[in-house]
């Protein structure tokens, strides 16, 4: 990191990541914008270079999203999502309590199977359907599949990126990740429920003139083209297949999403004239977050920023010496700091540094098979600790986009007032659960 006017580039990268999350919480200028101007600050600042910033922008997470986006939008024309919205309703029978629980269990097992963003993606275009027809507030429905994805991406070494970093790195598999953390997950994920419950469940109503119109429609006849259900429906299994087989194949979760999208987009576009095919590939790229894109670009430039400064290694060391030595007060402290760090900052490059903290205190700690509860509370606090803020996590910011598109306001400090206590309470279970699963 070039250093700024000889000052100790600690203080100018940390001033201006407190100056954007100022920003982002006054919602008087959109975040979008604010990231991008923090991050031409950053550059033109000397606080890290051209070639530092583009390293910083996470282009795997962006190709996924814009590949999920894309393959959502075109599938969304055949009629599926309005088609499943229908079905589930039908399920709980027009309860919105019963409604908001099941999109819960969904979004989480999903995100466990895939990861928490492509889920939410293909959740929440379903979600906006049920609320319409149902005449009630999408905001509850969404909040919670927020809380959901993210609890449920903990749970497997596919669901969440913090997960991935530290599996690669420390040679766990999948069925580690579920042997640890599953039985948490789930104690997590039932009591939120209840929370869930408390809050919006009971108190969501609907008309019974909506719950007889929504059982008397059939879902199948929402269908409106079969030939792209088909098609949408096949290469979207062949992406989950991806995702799921990502690791042997040596690929990326965004190339495997830009690589299903432009195959559906091949297939809906087949035998369509140049000009045909034109307008309706930009009716497809403009149904793209591309807020949410810029807004994650400049996110990542400004991070990097602070990244490279040092500070988060400086936090690192912190923590790696206020343990003093002693195993189960490592894990609980990293259980805390990984998760009131994962609210405010980007998650990835946090435990990409904690990652060869964590490895050089194993000799002082009996070795590398003692310290295994430390990369469980690594993951549950990186992973849960992202319901923080509206920022937190990936899945978050994406939610928040389709929502407001949709004419649904997602604010960064009524989400703070609610999600901040309810993630600290998460992690208070887990806090209890790795002492006494692992001490």
Known sequence: MVHFLGINPIIPSTILLVLLYGAIMAERINRAIIALLGAGLAISLGMLTQEQAI??????????LVGMMIIVAIARRSGLFQAVALYSAKITKGNPAGILAFLVIITAIFSALLDNVTTVLLIAP??????RELEISAYPLLFAEIFASNIGGTATLIGD?????????????????????????????????????????????TSDS?????????????????????????????????FLFAHPLHLEAGTIALFGAALLMLLDNFGRRNDE??????????????????FFTGLFIVVAAVEESGLLRL?????????????????????????ILSALIDNIPFVATMIPIIKNMAPALGGEEAILPLWWALSL???????????????NLTVAGIAERAGVPFRFLPFLKIAFPMMLGSILIAHLYIIWRFF
Not at 229 to 241: A, G, P, T, Y
């Open 55 to 64: 390293d910083g922008v996470d282009f795997n997470t962006l190709a996924l």
């Open 126 to 131: 379903v979600t906006l359907v049920i609320a």
């Open 161 to 205: 990126p913090p997960n991935i970093l530290i599996g690669s790195a420390v040679g766990l598999t999948f069925t580690d990740f579920v042997v640890a953390l599953t039985p948490v997950v789930l104690i997590i994920l039932f009591i939120q429920m209840l929370v869930f419950h408390l809050l919006w469940g009971r108190h969501l109503k």
């Open 210 to 242: 909506a719950k007889l119109r929504v059982m008397s429609l059939d879902h199948r006849a929402a269908i409106t083209d079969h030939r792209l259900l088909k098609q949408s429906l096949l290469v979207m299994s062949l992406v989950i297949l991806g």
């Open 277 to 294: 095919q034109h307008h309706h590939l930009s009716q497809i790229f403009g149904e793209v977050e591309w807020i949410t894109i810029f």
């Open 315 to 339: 936090l690192a060391n912190y923590l790696a010496s206020a343990t003093a030595g002693d195993k189960g007060t490592a894990a609980i402290t990293i259980l805390w700091a990984s998760a």
């Open 381 to 395: 606090g990186a992973c849960l600790g992202g319901n923080g803020t509206l920022i937190g996590a990936s899945a």
